[in-house]
């Protein structure tokens, strides 16, 4: 079975920067391509940026494209979202989840989501 668990959410300031975890357990975590979402207050999940197996390829979303970078490790099996310069709109519960295409921005194409960490951004 396998889990994901994001870490790293927190209070910022517009500007700062923060980098999210997402750490896997379980079986064949080069299998998969791992997906960020947010979820806004008040509106739906969100596609964020999502890496390929082997990290070699990203898809980021147009509005923190040049201020968001996903990588991952797979020695750690974890994967990364370095956020810098950090907006107020920014603010969210971010989840990982694992997918078999990076190209995949819907939820639906998605499973075994983490639990969330949240994001808020004041300005």
């Known amino acids: 079975q396998v889990r994901l668990v994001e870490s790293g959410g927190g209070l910022v300031q517009a500007g700062d920067s923060l980098t999210l975890a997402c750490t896997h357990s379980?079986?064949?975590?080069?299998?998969?391509?791992i997906g960020w979402f947010r979820r806004p207050p008040g509106k739906e999940r969100e596609f964020v940026a999502s890496?390929?197996?082997?990290?070699?390829?990203?898809n980021v979303e147009d509005s923190v494209k040049g201020r968001f970078t996903v990588s991952r490790d797979n020695d750690k099996t974890t994967v990364y979202l370095q956020m810098n310069r950090l907006k107020p709109e920014d603010t969210g519960v971010y989840y990982c989840?694992?997918?078999?295409?990076?190209?995949?921005?819907?939820?639906?194409?998605?499973?075994?989501w983490g639990q969330g960490t949240q994001v808020t951004v004041s300005s």
């Open positions: 989840a694992k997918t078999t295409t990076i190209w995949a921005r819907s939820v639906r194409e998605y499973d075994s």
């Open positions: 379980g079986r064949h975590f080069l299998a998969y391509a």
């Open positions: 890496i390929s197996r082997g990290g070699s390829s990203t």
